[in-house]
């Protein structure tokens, strides 16, 4: 264990998304040497050169402060750094196939790339979101690529899932709830344990498994916090029918220890790269291995019926049709703190507007560009704006899809000035039916029943 002191072990992350970025630029924070390599020679250079290719609260300042400290550096020569690295950290992307099973094939072009190129003891560590039994199978890839060069070297495959939330990720690498190392080596587990060694001065728990449950941790933590969204969601619609307030059923059931009140506010449905695609891909795991999971493949049913109901909501309210009605929408990434639209409640919403022959006009104060290359297609129809006030102007309808804190002390009177229509769809429950109704609007949130305006029955 020499070689491997705490002051000496150098870091190498494969893959520089949002995963494998925020990893190393955390682990340099903490002192490590990290080296970070991509096949995207373009990403490269402009990490190189200090720009970073994401949104992250905060992450500007580390990244500057660690690239000064010359404790990080970026390169497309794989080779090199499995060679200089000590530590490897497979942060590649997992993305879902058509099935919704997960596309491992960049895992498994890292393993034999690690297989060609290890040139003494290392340890890979797998940080992808990855099916159970992929760190059998990338320590199997990785033994193939030895032996095809005659090559008998000592390595070890860890399994490390992360558990990051976007907009909140740097104080989630500090102050995680847990770290799970998932490995049958002792001499594995020390090493993480020292990498992972700052996290002792937060008292941050330890859980060490195998690699299968540590795979299983992650797929069924993503799961049950989906299931608990789609469940409310489910209260919500039951709420708007028989008169009940989802509020208040969501505070009641979140006062019980036994549930909490985290991931109980309803709204327009889940999105972001986690809880799609893994819900997605543990249904898959499941069938593949003769257990089909029945809530989680509700789950999946549950949340795309929940984005319909938002357009349902706006139909409703516009019986002669939505032909040439402009709808402002506020909100495009899917949460707030990020410039991430994947899977974003947006995406469904604006199109499926769209078909209604509606015009859109759309502000998101990060995540606007990344939404013009997910409806690139759309764009003769769609009008980005620069700020709230703006999107509204004209507009028939407001929908707050995203809760970002500028929508939650809006001027409703201006609001209310400036548009030409008077429905405003609070699709993230952040303000009270009264004190958008007083201003002269039709208020409807989710999961409450709305007040139909005199002249739509």
Partial sequence: MGEFNLNSIRIGIIGTGYVGLMNGLGLADFGFNVT???????????LSEGRLPIYEPGLGEVFERVLGLERIRFTCDIETLVKESHVIF??????????????????????????????????????????????????????????????????????????????????????????????????AT???????????????????????????????????????????????????????????????????????????HPGPGYGGSCFPKDTRALADIARNNGSESLVISSVIKSNERQKMRMVEKV?????????????????????????????????????????????????????????????????????????????CKDADAVLIVTDWNQFRSMDLSKIREIMKGDWFFDLRNIYTPEEVEKMGFYYEGVGTRRKEPGNIE
């Avoid at 290890?118 to 033994?143: C, F, H």
């Avoid at 703190?337 to 006009?361: M, Q």
């Avoid at 998101?364 to 999107?391: M, V």
């Fill in 190 to 264: 020390e090493i993480m344990k020292k990498v992972f060694s700052p996290l002792k001065l937060n008292e941050v728990p330890f859980v060490f498994t195998t690699p299968e449950t540590a795979e299983i941790i992650k797929y069924a933590s993503n799961a049950f916090l989906a299931t608990k969204i789609a469940f409310i969601n489910e209260m919500a619609t039951l709420c708007e029918t028989v008169g009940g307030d989802v509020k208040k059923v969501s505070k009641a059931m979140g006062m019980d220890g036994r549930i909490s009140d985290k991931f109980l």
């Fill in 315 to 391: 139909k409703r309210a516009f019986p002669e049709g939505l032909e040439s009605r402009k709808i402002a929408v506020l909100g495009l990434s899917f949460k707030p703190e990020t410039d991430d639209v994947r899977e974003s409640p947006s995406l469904v919403i604006i199109p499926e507007l769209l078909k209604c022959g509606a015009l859109i006009k759309a502000y998101d104060p990060k995540g606007i560009p990344q939404t013009k290359l997910a409806l690139q297609n759309f764009e003769s129809r769609i009008t980005y704006c620069e700020d709230e006030y703006e999107t």
């Fill in 36 to 46: 970070c390599g991509d096949v995207d020679g373009c990403k490269i250079n402009g």
């Fill in 90 to 187: 497979i942060c590649v992307g997992t993305p879902p196939k058509k099935d919704g099973s997960a596309d491992l094939k960049y895992v498994w072009e890292v393993a034999r790339d690690i297989g060609k190129y290890i040139d003494s003891y290392k340890v890979v560590v797998d940080k992808s979101t990855v099916p159970v039994g992929t760190a059998r199978k990338v320590r199997e890839k990785i033994q193939k690529e030895l032996e095809a060069r005659g090559m008998k070297i000592d390595f070890d495959v860890v399994s490390n899932p992360e558990f990051l939330r976007e907009g909140k990720a740097l104080h989630d690498f500090t102050h995680p709830d847990r770290v799970i190392i998932g490995s049958d080596s002792q001499k």
